[in-house]
């Protein structure tokens, strides 16, 4: 890994925003879900929560392989319990919902810890969700479309909390505000994906990296990743 490449990581590392993130409700067209985990990249998200049915869940495998790099997404067998951990985080829910007590999505104070639940393709929020969440909110429109895709408001939506955060200075962390065991993990993976992959393999620990990213491990840990 090269010192640039090591440093970068750092930078997005310092600017996860470990307390805004989504909540796809049964979204299991690929490229929806491709473009949402995008957008989640890009404005700075360490996680996206999901609720598929189970022979579904593959799908996200095989999505955004760029991103997906970067974005973890943790899976939930029903929006209940994807709902409930949220919550015990201390996140506000919002979900996206066309009704007489939405309200504009402009309106919510994104600084605070929040998870937004956006609907499936054919179904959109189901009941569960909305009895749930503390606030529906709605895109404003004023054409004769009534709504979105889904990975188009996931953006609208997830540019005006950075927005929000950015003015707060919530990007501009001198540290980051992951764990260290995770900082560590992303930093080895993602600029030595091809030792990683082999020491997952094998039941590794990741070795100590320098301040240059360069591996720092002892002979034992290297005769054993050669063993065949």
């Given at each position: ?78 929006i209940i319990d ?8 201390g996140m506000q ?30 179904r959109g929020i ?103």
């Open positions: 890994m090269n010192p640039e490449r090591y440093q970068r990581i750092q930078q997005v590392l310092k600017a996860r925003q470990v307390d805004l993130t989504l909540c796809l409700e049964e979204v299991h067209k690929p490229n929806n879900v491709s473009a949402v985990i995008r957008s989640a990249d890009a404005t700075g998200l360490h996680k996206v929560h999901a609720v598929w049915p189970n022979d579904q869940m593959r799908t996200l495998s095989h999505t955004s392989a760029g991103a997906r790099n970067w974005v973890e997404v943790e899976p939930h067998d029903t994807a709902v409930t951990e949220l919550k015990s985080q829910i919002l979900v996206t919902n066309l009704s007489a007590t939405a309200i504009d999505f402009r309106e919510v104070d994104y600084t605070k810890p929040t998870a937004i639940i956006l609907g499936s393709e054919k189901s009941q569960a969700a909305l009895d749930l969440a503390d606030q529906d909110i709605v895109i404003p429109m004023v054409g004769m479309v009534q709504s979105l895709n889904v990975s188009v408001a996931s953006a609208v939506i997830l540019y005006e909390a950075q927005r929000q955060r950015q003015a707060a200075g919530m990007y501009d962390r001198d540290i980051s505000q992951l764990p260290a065991e995770t900082i560590h993990r992303i930093l080895f993976e993602r600029g030595h994906p091809v030792l990683a992959k082999v020491a997952k393999r094998k039941g590794l620990a990741y070795p100590a990296l320098d301040e240059q990213g360069q591996i720092l491990a002892e002979p034992e840990w290297w005769q054993e990743m050669q063993r065949g």
